[in-house]
T-cell receptor
Framework: DADVTQTPRNRITKTGKRIMLECSQT?????MYWYRQDPGLGLRLIYY???????NKGEISDGYSVSRQAQAKFSLSLESAIPNQTALYFC??????????????FGPGTRLTVL | AQSVTQLGSHVSVSEGALVLLRCNYS??????LFWYVQYPNQGLQLLLK??????LVKGINGFEAEFKKSETSFHLTKPSAHMSDAAEYFC????????????FGKGTTLSVSS
């Protein structure tokens, strides 16, 4: 079984709709991240969480919100989706206590299309 | 602020040829550096990482990278390309506070022809 899972893997939605992307991990890591990937732009950080009570904005948080329901679950919401939020979204985890380097472990991604 | 520049958005090589993917970084503190690979329709997989130990780092699938502080570079190389190496490659930097978010380059797509 995969250590970091994302649901759904693909989603098509319409402008103005609310949508939630979910991430679950079995690695036991405290730190979780949401990134979006756009062609030619690499990955950009949306939000990150160092534990259940600690949520931080990343580089491109506008239009997004997150919820850390438990150590293992970190959800990303688009309150009112717009077409320029069409992208590939990745969840990642890390545990500096074990890796010491900040190495992050990625889920398989969610491809979101907003029409 | 930290940043990463990957020179060349596309690199094409022949099977058996040397692979060289370039990465330069900017960091005000000693960095941790990473190379990740993304195969089509998959997530990111760690190829190798530099964490201030040996400057020449060996990774999976025959890849290696050398940290050169004087050049602020962390270029990725492989002596002989294989068709299965075709993918997108990302260089990333974090500061030495392990666990902080990574800053990614824009990626380099590697194509391998027979």
């Amino acid at each position: 079984d995969a250590d970091v899972t994302q649901t759904p893997r693909n989603r098509i939605t319409k402008t103005g709709k609310r949508i939630m992307l979910e991430c679950s991990q079995t690695k036991g890591h405290d730190r979780m991240y949401w990134y979006r990937q756009d062609p030619g732009l690499g990955l950009r950080l949306i939000y990150y969480s160092f534990d259940v009570k600690d949520i931080n904005k990343g580089e491109i948080s506008d239009g997004y919100s997150v919820s850390r329901q438990a150590q293992a679950k970190f959800s990303l919401s688009l309150e009112s989706a717009i077409p320029n939020q069409t992208a590939l979204y990745f969840c990642a985890t890390s545990d500096p206590g074990t890796s010491g380097s900040g190495e992050q472990f990625f889920g398989p991604g969610t491809r979101l299309t907003v029409l | 602020a930290q940043s990463v520049t990957q020179l060349g958005s596309h690199v094409s090589v022949s099977e058996g040829a040397l692979v060289l993917l370039r990465c330069n970084y900017s960091s005000s503190v000693p960095p941790y550096l990473f190379w990740y690979v993304q195969y089509p329709n998959q997530g990111l997989q760690l190829l190798l990482k530099y964490t201030s130990a040996a400057t020449l780092v060996k990774g999976i699938n025959g890849f290696e990278a050398e940290f050169k502080k004087s050049e602020t570079s962390f270029h990725l190389t492989k002596p002989s390309a294989h068709m299965s190496d075709a993918a997108e490659y990302f260089c990333a930097v974090s500061d030495n506070q392990a666990g902080t978010a990574l800053i990614f380059g824009k990626g380099t797509t590697l194509s391998v022809s027979s």
